[in-house]
């Protein structure tokens, strides 16, 4: 499957979904401040795309990335 078949999902709606900020807002702020990390490393871009497999921390939680490729 080619890069641009993969399925993503952007880091904001990311975190909502999995209820590590209640809303898009939320998400929006803490990930301007720097709160959030992906795959390590400081992520300020909101819209970033996230693909099966990447980890995204905030506040000593860790979620792992889980796109079905259909």
Same mark, same amino acid.
């Given at each position: %499957?080619?890069e641009?078949? /993969?399925?993503?999902? &952007?880091?904001?709606?990311? %975190?909502?979904? +999995?209820? %590590?900020?209640?809303?898009?807002?939320?998400? #929006?702020?803490?990930? !301007? !401040?720097?709160? +959030?990390?992906?795959?390590?490393? +400081?992520?300020t /871009? =909101?819209? &970033? #795309?996230?693909h099966?497999?990447? =980890?995204?921390?905030?506040?000593? =939680?860790?979620?792992? +990335?889980?796109?079905?490729?259909?």
């Amino acid at each position: %499957m080619s890069e641009q078949e /993969q399925a993503t999902i &952007r880091l904001d709606q990311f %975190m909502k979904y +999995v209820g %590590m900020v209640g809303t898009g807002g939320a998400a #929006k702020h803490l990930i !301007q !401040q720097g709160a +959030v990390l992906v795959n390590g490393a +400081v992520e300020t /871009q =909101r819209s &970033r #795309k996230l693909h099966t497999g990447d =980890r995204v921390t905030f506040a000593g =939680r860790t979620e792992v +990335v889980a796109l079905d490729h259909e």
